[in-house]
């Protein structure tokens, strides 16, 4: 079956400092991959996606994400985090059975940044 | 540019009530999706509809149901709350066109708070 898996659970990082999120998928063929953000107390926000194409993909904010078959990984990145980063971040892929692209998301990894 | 509106942003229930959450999809986007997210849990997908259809379902209790109207916004309707019933409810949209299902992007609301007490 399809799935999404976020290893790390919560990170803390300082500002300034770089930072990857990791995303693993099970999934035999080339998926489409999405990250969001969702800040505290709000919705979820497009970070970007990959369908196909370049494997590094841009995003907003400063992100970026590395699309690795052999590892079957979609690892989120920034070179410098800001404290506004602070945030949930979901990585999701679309179920591939259904047929309007309903989205399975990871457990999420919980971002805090120290001043 | 337009987004996502849902309503009401925050909602207070007693147990056994019922309640109707709305969503406004983006303009020109024909389906919309409904996700429920339990305290510190990834939202997990509960209906969608395309056209006024309903084109997938997910673990939705028997007791909640919804709708698509003519003008494409969405309304869940959640009868006898439950405690577990607690959580953030979205709304997301997309543009169908002829994308492939799994290539649709999914714009998400900010999300109705839902307290059952």
């Known amino acids: 079956a399809q799935s999404v898996t976020q290893p790390d659970i919560h990170i803390t990082v300082s500002e300034g400092a770089s930072l990857e999120l990791r995303c693993n998928y099970s999934y035999g063929a080339t998926p489409y991959l999405f990250w969001y953000v969702q800040s505290p107390g709000q919705g979820l926000q497009l970070l970007l996606k990959y369908f196909s194409g370049d494997t590094l993909v841009q995003g907003i904010k400063g992100f970026e994400a590395e699309f690795k078959r052999s590892q079957s990984s979609f690892n989120l990145r920034k070179p410098s985090v800001h404290w506004s980063d602070a945030a949930e971040y979901f990585c999701a892929v679309p179920r591939l059975s259904s047929n309007t692209g309903k989205l399975i998301f990871g457990q999420g990894t919980t971002l805090q940044v120290k001043p | 540019a337009a987004g996502v509106i849902q309503s009401p942003r925050h909602l207070i229930k007693e147990k056994r009530e019922t309640a109707t959450l709305k969503c406004y999809p983006i303009p020109r986007h024909d389906t919309v999706y409904w996700y429920q997210q339990g305290p510190g849990q990834d939202p997990q997908f509960l209906i969608s509809?395309?056209?006024?259809?309903?084109?997938d379902k997910g673990s939705i209790p028997d007791r909640f149901s919804a709708q698509q109207f003519s003008d494409y916004h969405s309304e869940l309707n959640m009868s006898s709350l439950e405690l577990g019933d607690s959580a953030l409810y979205f709304c997301?949209?997309?543009?169908?066109?002829?994308?492939?299902?799994?290539?649709?992007?999914?714009?998400f609301g900010p999300g109705t708070r839902l307290l059952v007490l």
């Open positions: 997301a949209s997309s543009l169908r066109g002829r994308d492939r299902p799994s290539e649709r992007t999914q714009y």
């Open positions: 509809f395309y056209e006024k259809m309903q084109s």
